[in-house]
Protein backbone atom coordinates (compact mmCIF):
# COMPACT_ATOMS: atom_id res chain seq x y z
CA UNK A 1 0.00 0.00 0.00
CA UNK A 2 1.75 2.91 -0.94
CA UNK A 3 0.25 5.38 1.23
CA UNK A 4 2.19 3.97 4.36
CA UNK A 5 5.62 4.69 2.63
CA UNK A 6 4.05 8.33 1.45
CA UNK A 7 2.85 9.57 5.21
CA UNK A 8 5.16 12.43 6.58
CA UNK A 9 3.94 12.07 9.94
CA UNK A 10 6.19 9.77 11.19
CA UNK A 11 6.51 7.69 14.79
CA UNK A 12 3.22 5.84 14.29
CA UNK A 13 3.53 2.21 13.84
CA UNK A 14 0.03 0.88 13.88
CA UNK A 15 -0.45 -1.63 12.20
CA UNK A 16 -3.97 -1.21 11.72
CA UNK A 17 -5.25 -2.55 8.10
CA UNK A 18 -8.85 -1.17 8.20
CA UNK A 19 -7.73 2.90 7.67
CA UNK A 20 -7.94 4.39 3.53
CA UNK A 21 -5.30 6.19 2.43
CA UNK A 22 -5.73 10.09 2.36
CA UNK A 23 -5.66 10.55 6.34
CA UNK A 24 -2.53 11.33 7.59
CA UNK A 25 -2.75 8.78 10.94
CA UNK A 26 -3.99 5.84 10.83
CA UNK A 27 -6.53 4.91 13.59
CA UNK A 28 -4.97 2.93 16.20
CA UNK A 29 -6.28 -0.82 16.05
CA UNK A 30 -9.51 -1.49 17.61
CA UNK A 31 -10.59 -5.21 17.88
CA UNK A 32 -13.30 -5.45 15.32
CA UNK A 33 -16.84 -5.64 15.84
CA UNK A 34 -16.58 -5.01 19.85
CA UNK A 35 -18.80 -2.78 21.63
CA UNK A 36 -17.11 0.91 20.95
CA UNK A 37 -16.30 3.15 23.52
CA UNK A 38 -18.56 6.06 24.63
CA UNK A 39 -17.46 9.18 23.04
CA UNK A 40 -17.56 12.42 25.15
CA UNK A 41 -16.51 16.28 23.81
CA UNK A 42 -14.75 19.15 24.72
CA UNK A 43 -14.24 22.48 22.38
CA UNK A 44 -11.13 24.00 22.32
CA UNK A 45 -12.41 27.43 21.10
CA UNK A 46 -10.31 30.62 19.81
CA UNK A 47 -9.22 33.07 17.76
CA UNK A 48 -6.78 32.41 14.62
CA UNK A 49 -3.44 31.68 15.62
CA UNK A 50 -4.53 30.80 19.11
CA UNK A 51 -3.29 27.13 19.22
CA UNK A 52 -6.12 25.51 18.66
CA UNK A 53 -4.83 22.62 16.63
CA UNK A 54 -1.55 22.97 19.03
CA UNK A 55 -3.46 22.02 21.93
CA UNK A 56 -5.64 19.47 20.29
CA UNK A 57 -2.46 17.80 19.07
CA UNK A 58 -0.30 17.71 21.66
CA UNK A 59 -2.57 15.34 23.59
CA UNK A 60 -4.20 13.75 20.64
CA UNK A 61 -3.87 9.97 20.20
CA UNK A 62 -3.56 10.72 15.99
CA UNK A 63 -2.26 13.94 14.39
CA UNK A 64 -5.01 16.09 14.11
CA UNK A 65 -7.66 15.41 11.45
CA UNK A 66 -9.82 18.21 9.47
CA UNK A 67 -12.80 18.00 8.47
CA UNK A 68 -15.45 21.15 7.03
CA UNK A 69 -18.92 21.23 7.91
CA UNK A 70 -21.12 23.73 5.48
CA UNK A 71 -23.69 25.86 6.94
CA UNK A 72 -27.25 25.62 6.61
CA UNK A 73 -29.67 27.72 4.70
CA UNK A 74 -30.87 28.89 8.30
CA UNK A 75 -27.31 29.53 9.09
CA UNK A 76 -26.66 31.61 5.98
CA UNK A 77 -29.86 33.41 7.21
CA UNK A 78 -28.62 34.51 10.35
CA UNK A 79 -25.26 35.15 9.07
CA UNK A 80 -26.26 37.02 6.47
CA UNK A 81 -23.40 36.35 4.61
CA UNK A 82 -24.73 37.05 0.76
CA UNK A 83 -28.40 35.35 -0.30
CA UNK A 84 -29.44 32.79 -1.68
CA UNK A 85 -26.51 31.10 -1.68
CA UNK A 86 -26.37 27.38 -2.45
CA UNK A 87 -25.70 25.40 0.87
CA UNK A 88 -22.05 23.75 -0.21
CA UNK A 89 -20.52 27.76 -0.50
CA UNK A 90 -20.17 28.76 2.72
CA UNK A 91 -17.93 25.98 4.54
CA UNK A 92 -15.56 25.94 7.38
CA UNK A 93 -12.76 23.56 7.89
CA UNK A 94 -12.09 22.62 11.35
CA UNK A 95 -9.62 20.28 13.16
CA UNK A 96 -10.19 17.80 15.74
CA UNK A 97 -8.55 14.94 17.63
CA UNK A 98 -8.97 12.27 20.01
CA UNK A 99 -7.99 10.37 23.08
CA UNK A 100 -8.88 6.94 24.28
CA UNK A 101 -9.91 7.43 28.19
CA UNK A 102 -10.49 3.80 29.08
CA UNK A 103 -11.28 0.68 26.93
CA UNK A 104 -14.96 2.19 27.01
CA UNK A 105 -14.27 6.07 26.59
CA UNK A 106 -13.29 8.48 24.10
CA UNK A 107 -12.66 11.46 24.37
CA UNK A 108 -12.51 13.83 21.08
CA UNK A 109 -11.58 17.61 21.33
CA UNK A 110 -12.87 19.99 18.33
CA UNK A 111 -10.97 22.86 17.72
CA UNK A 112 -13.70 25.57 16.86
CA UNK A 113 -13.08 29.30 15.12
CA UNK A 114 -13.84 31.73 17.43
CA UNK A 115 -15.77 33.92 15.51
CA UNK A 116 -19.82 34.71 15.08
CA UNK A 117 -20.09 33.83 11.70
CA UNK A 118 -18.92 30.14 12.41
CA UNK A 119 -22.07 30.26 15.26
CA UNK A 120 -23.63 27.38 13.02
CA UNK A 121 -20.69 24.88 14.03
CA UNK A 122 -20.24 26.07 17.34
CA UNK A 123 -23.60 25.01 18.64
CA UNK A 124 -23.29 21.74 16.91
CA UNK A 125 -20.07 21.22 18.71
CA UNK A 126 -21.56 22.38 21.94
CA UNK A 127 -24.50 20.39 21.74
CA UNK A 128 -23.85 17.82 24.66
CA UNK A 129 -20.17 18.72 25.55
CA UNK A 130 -18.87 18.83 28.69
CA UNK A 131 -17.69 21.95 28.19
CA UNK A 132 -14.95 24.34 26.27
CA UNK A 133 -11.17 25.91 26.89
CA UNK A 134 -10.64 29.08 25.70
CA UNK A 135 -7.56 29.62 24.48
CA UNK A 136 -6.50 33.84 24.53
CA UNK A 137 -3.72 35.19 22.46
CA UNK A 138 -2.83 38.15 24.56
CA UNK A 139 -2.16 40.26 21.63
CA UNK A 140 -5.56 40.09 20.50
CA UNK A 141 -7.74 39.93 23.36
CA UNK A 142 -10.65 40.73 20.98
CA UNK A 143 -10.66 37.68 19.34
CA UNK A 144 -11.92 36.01 22.60
CA UNK A 145 -14.64 37.95 23.14
CA UNK A 146 -16.70 36.15 20.87
CA UNK A 147 -16.41 32.76 22.12
CA UNK A 148 -16.63 33.60 25.51
CA UNK A 149 -19.74 35.44 25.40
CA UNK A 150 -21.31 33.06 23.71
CA UNK A 151 -20.32 30.60 26.40
CA UNK A 152 -21.56 32.62 29.04
CA UNK A 153 -25.12 32.82 27.01
CA UNK A 154 -25.08 29.42 26.73
CA UNK A 155 -24.33 27.97 30.20
CA UNK A 156 -21.53 25.91 28.73
CA UNK A 157 -18.89 25.39 31.03
CA UNK A 158 -15.71 26.95 30.19
CA UNK A 159 -12.12 27.73 31.06
CA UNK A 160 -9.83 30.73 29.88
CA UNK A 161 -6.31 29.90 29.12
CA UNK A 162 -3.76 32.18 28.13
CA UNK A 163 -1.09 30.20 25.92
CA UNK A 164 2.43 32.19 26.40
CA UNK A 165 3.77 32.29 22.96
CA UNK A 166 7.26 32.16 23.19
CA UNK A 167 7.33 31.71 26.86
CA UNK A 168 6.86 34.88 27.38
CA UNK A 169 3.74 35.91 29.48
CA UNK A 170 2.79 39.27 28.17
CA UNK A 171 -0.78 39.66 30.64
CA UNK A 172 -0.67 38.33 34.00
CA UNK A 173 -4.02 36.13 34.46
CA UNK A 174 -5.69 39.14 36.72
CA UNK A 175 -5.46 41.28 34.25
CA UNK A 176 -7.07 38.62 31.57
CA UNK A 177 -10.11 38.34 33.99
CA UNK A 178 -10.67 41.85 33.53
CA UNK A 179 -10.16 42.32 30.29
CA UNK A 180 -12.77 39.56 29.24
CA UNK A 181 -14.83 40.75 32.36
CA UNK A 182 -15.02 37.42 33.45
CA UNK A 183 -16.17 36.36 36.91
CA UNK A 184 -14.64 34.36 39.24
CA UNK A 185 -16.63 31.35 39.48
CA UNK A 186 -14.13 30.97 35.55
CA UNK A 187 -11.46 29.59 35.85
CA UNK A 188 -8.19 31.48 34.15
CA UNK A 189 -5.10 29.12 33.71
CA UNK A 190 -1.85 29.75 31.99
CA UNK A 191 -0.54 26.84 29.80
CA UNK A 192 2.07 25.68 27.04
CA UNK A 193 -0.38 24.56 24.20
CA UNK A 194 2.39 22.65 22.96
CA UNK A 195 2.67 21.07 26.10
CA UNK A 196 1.30 17.51 26.48
CA UNK A 197 1.21 18.03 30.54
CA UNK A 198 0.09 21.36 30.69
CA UNK A 199 -3.17 20.29 28.39
CA UNK A 200 -3.89 17.71 30.57
CA UNK A 201 -3.46 20.00 33.10
CA UNK A 202 -6.13 22.33 31.17
CA UNK A 203 -8.76 19.59 30.42
CA UNK A 204 -8.73 18.55 34.09
CA UNK A 205 -9.36 21.40 35.33
CA UNK A 206 -12.00 21.95 32.97
CA UNK A 207 -13.89 18.46 33.91
CA UNK A 208 -13.57 20.07 37.56
CA UNK A 209 -15.07 23.03 36.48
CA UNK A 210 -18.21 20.72 34.52
CA UNK A 211 -18.60 19.17 37.91
CA UNK A 212 -18.75 21.74 40.07
CA UNK A 213 -21.54 23.93 37.55
CA UNK A 214 -23.58 20.45 37.12
CA UNK A 215 -23.43 20.22 41.85
CA UNK A 216 -24.04 23.89 41.55
CA UNK A 217 -26.80 23.79 39.34
CA UNK A 218 -30.47 24.31 41.00
CA UNK A 219 -32.74 21.71 41.79
CA UNK B 1 -10.97 -2.47 -5.05
CA UNK B 2 -8.14 -0.86 -2.79
CA UNK B 3 -9.02 2.17 -0.06
CA UNK B 4 -6.53 4.00 -1.73
CA UNK B 5 -8.67 3.76 -5.09
CA UNK B 6 -12.03 3.94 -3.32
CA UNK B 7 -10.82 7.24 -1.63
CA UNK B 8 -9.06 8.86 -4.89
CA UNK B 9 -12.51 8.08 -6.00
CA UNK B 10 -14.42 9.33 -3.60
CA UNK B 11 -12.46 12.74 -3.58
CA UNK B 12 -12.88 13.15 -7.19
CA UNK B 13 -16.02 12.91 -6.76
CA UNK B 14 -16.51 15.44 -3.84
CA UNK B 15 -14.80 17.73 -6.31
CA UNK B 16 -17.02 17.72 -8.76
CA UNK B 17 -20.30 17.83 -6.32
CA UNK B 18 -20.49 16.54 -3.23
CA UNK B 19 -23.77 15.86 -2.41
CA UNK B 20 -23.80 13.37 -5.48
CA UNK B 21 -23.18 10.75 -3.69
CA UNK B 22 -26.24 11.08 -0.81
CA UNK B 23 -28.61 11.75 -3.52
CA UNK B 24 -28.58 15.10 -3.12
CA UNK B 25 -30.10 14.80 0.25
CA UNK B 26 -28.61 17.31 2.90
CA UNK B 27 -30.41 15.17 6.30
CA UNK B 28 -29.39 11.85 7.54
CA UNK B 29 -32.70 9.79 8.17
CA UNK B 30 -31.39 9.34 12.10
CA UNK B 31 -29.70 12.02 14.31
CA UNK B 32 -26.11 11.74 14.36
CA UNK B 33 -23.50 13.59 16.25
CA UNK B 34 -20.78 14.87 15.06
CA UNK B 35 -19.03 12.63 17.61
CA UNK B 36 -21.71 9.52 17.32
CA UNK B 37 -19.10 6.50 17.09
CA UNK B 38 -19.82 3.95 14.23
CA UNK B 39 -18.60 0.71 13.75
CA UNK B 40 -19.47 -2.14 11.47
CA UNK B 41 -21.50 -5.20 12.08
CA UNK B 42 -20.77 -8.71 11.30
CA UNK B 43 -23.52 -8.74 8.55
CA UNK B 44 -22.57 -5.60 7.30
CA UNK B 45 -18.80 -7.07 6.08
CA UNK B 46 -20.88 -9.45 4.72
CA UNK B 47 -23.13 -7.43 2.40
CA UNK B 48 -20.36 -5.05 0.70
CA UNK B 49 -21.61 -6.60 -2.57
CA UNK B 50 -25.28 -4.52 -2.20
CA UNK B 51 -23.12 -1.15 -1.58
CA UNK B 52 -22.05 1.87 -3.72
CA UNK B 53 -18.34 2.67 -3.30
CA UNK B 54 -18.98 5.38 -1.11
CA UNK B 55 -20.80 3.44 1.23
CA UNK B 56 -18.51 0.58 0.80
CA UNK B 57 -15.53 2.82 2.05
CA UNK B 58 -17.76 3.71 4.97
CA UNK B 59 -18.32 0.31 6.26
CA UNK B 60 -14.58 -0.71 5.52
CA UNK B 61 -13.20 2.25 7.75
CA UNK B 62 -15.18 1.57 10.31
CA UNK B 63 -14.40 -2.22 10.96
CA UNK B 64 -12.16 0.08 13.39
CA UNK B 65 -14.81 1.67 14.83
CA UNK B 66 -14.90 5.72 14.93
CA UNK B 67 -17.03 8.89 14.76
CA UNK B 68 -19.17 10.70 12.21
CA UNK B 69 -16.16 13.31 12.15
CA UNK B 70 -13.87 10.98 11.53
CA UNK B 71 -15.06 9.17 8.54
CA UNK B 72 -16.08 12.21 7.19
CA UNK B 73 -12.15 13.45 7.37
CA UNK B 74 -10.89 10.51 6.54
CA UNK B 75 -12.68 10.08 3.33
CA UNK B 76 -12.39 13.56 2.27
CA UNK B 77 -16.39 13.95 2.32
CA UNK B 78 -18.05 16.84 3.92
CA UNK B 79 -19.97 16.14 7.79
CA UNK B 80 -22.98 16.27 5.97
CA UNK B 81 -22.06 13.65 3.35
CA UNK B 82 -20.68 11.40 5.76
CA UNK B 83 -23.77 11.46 8.01
CA UNK B 84 -26.03 10.85 5.14
CA UNK B 85 -24.02 8.20 4.23
CA UNK B 86 -23.77 6.66 7.94
CA UNK B 87 -27.38 6.99 8.49
CA UNK B 88 -28.26 5.16 5.13
CA UNK B 89 -26.45 2.15 6.21
CA UNK B 90 -27.71 2.56 10.22
CA UNK B 91 -31.10 1.72 8.19
CA UNK B 92 -29.54 -1.10 6.00
CA UNK B 93 -28.21 -2.92 9.01
CA UNK B 94 -24.48 -2.15 7.67
CA UNK B 95 -23.34 -0.51 10.51
CA UNK B 96 -24.42 0.00 14.06
CA UNK B 97 -23.99 3.77 16.37
CA UNK B 98 -23.53 3.90 19.79
CA UNK B 99 -26.70 5.14 21.76
CA UNK B 100 -26.60 9.35 21.31
CA UNK B 101 -25.85 10.46 25.41
CA UNK B 102 -28.26 12.75 27.00
CA UNK B 103 -28.45 16.03 24.99
CA UNK B 104 -27.53 18.41 28.02
CA UNK B 105 -24.44 18.57 29.55
CA UNK B 106 -22.82 14.70 30.83
CA UNK B 107 -23.67 14.06 34.54
CA UNK B 108 -20.97 14.10 37.58
CA UNK B 109 -20.56 10.20 37.53
CA UNK B 110 -19.61 10.47 33.66
CA UNK B 111 -17.35 13.47 34.24
CA UNK B 112 -15.62 11.86 37.54
CA UNK B 113 -14.84 8.66 34.89
CA UNK B 114 -13.71 11.38 32.16
CA UNK B 115 -11.25 12.73 35.20
CA UNK B 116 -10.24 9.73 36.24
CA UNK B 117 -9.66 8.64 32.42
CA UNK B 118 -7.43 11.83 31.78
CA UNK B 119 -5.72 11.36 35.33
CA UNK B 120 -3.99 8.15 34.43
CA UNK B 121 -3.02 9.26 30.67
Partial sequence: MIWRNDRSRGGDSTTDLATPGPSDTPAPPVAPHSAPPLPVKIVIAGGFGAGKTTAVGAIS??????????MT???????????GQSKRS???AFDFGRVQLSTDLMLYLFGSP??????????????????????VDTTKFEESFGAVSHLERSGVPFVVVINPFDGNLAHHPDAVREALDLPMTIPVLVADARDRNAVKGVLMALVRHAMACVTARPG | MSHQDLSDELFRTRRLRPYLITG??????IDLPIETIVRTTPEGTAMLSTLNHESEAVVMLCVAP?????????????????????GDLVS???VAVNEPIAPDRPQVHLLERVLEGL???
Fill in chain 1, 114 to 135: GQDRFRFLWDELLKGAIGAVVL
Fill in chain 1, 73 to 83: TESIGIDRIGS
Fill in chain 2, 24 to 29: GRTEPR
Fill in chain 2, 119 to 121: RTL
Fill in chain 1, 61 to 70: DIAPLTTEAA
Fill in chain 2, 92 to 94: SGH
Fill in chain 1, 90 to 92: TTV
Fill in chain 2, 66 to 86: QAIAEIAARLHVPLQVARVLV
